[in-house]
């Protein structure tokens, strides 16, 4: 498994987590990469997105509450994600691309996920 997620857990509105995610590879060092997430009944989406340079780009959903960085010396990505709402609630999913991560077309790596629950 290529991308590694942990973090994830129950939280109560307004709270925060942080979500980690380890990559298996040093190439990813030179990809993008992001959180997609995926809520009950829902289709998955673009959660936010970084580019090897440490470009970002959010979903309008998260902007202003949520903050993606990357150690590339660790080939690491995180997610801090504050004030948590019920609606947050999902899987989240590490991912990762040659090109970039945005919502127009699938990224090429994915984790197996990590469980958030915000609870109100």
């Known amino acids: 498994v290529p991308l590694v997620e942990s973090g994830g857990g129950l939280v109560q509105a307004g709270g925060s987590l942080r979500l980690s995610c380890v990559a298996s590879?040093?190439?990813?060092?030179?990809?993008?990469m992001g959180w997609y997430r995926r809520a009950p009944g829902k289709q998955r989406e673009l959660v936010a997105g970084i580019s090897s340079r440490g470009n970002t780009n959010y979903a309008d959903s998260v902007k202003g509450r949520f903050t993606i960085s990357r150690d590339n010396a660790k080939i690491e990505v995180y997610l801090q994600m504050d004030n948590l709402e019920p609606e947050d609630t999902a899987v989240y999913y590490c991912?990762?691309?040659?090109?970039?991560?945005?919502?127009?077309?699938?990224?090429?790596?994915w984790g197996q996920g990590t469980q958030v629950t915000v609870s109100s």
């Open positions: 590879e040093s190439i990813f060092r030179l990809y993008a």
């Open positions: 991912v990762g691309d040659r090109e970039s991560v945005t919502s127009s077309f699938v990224p090429d790596y």
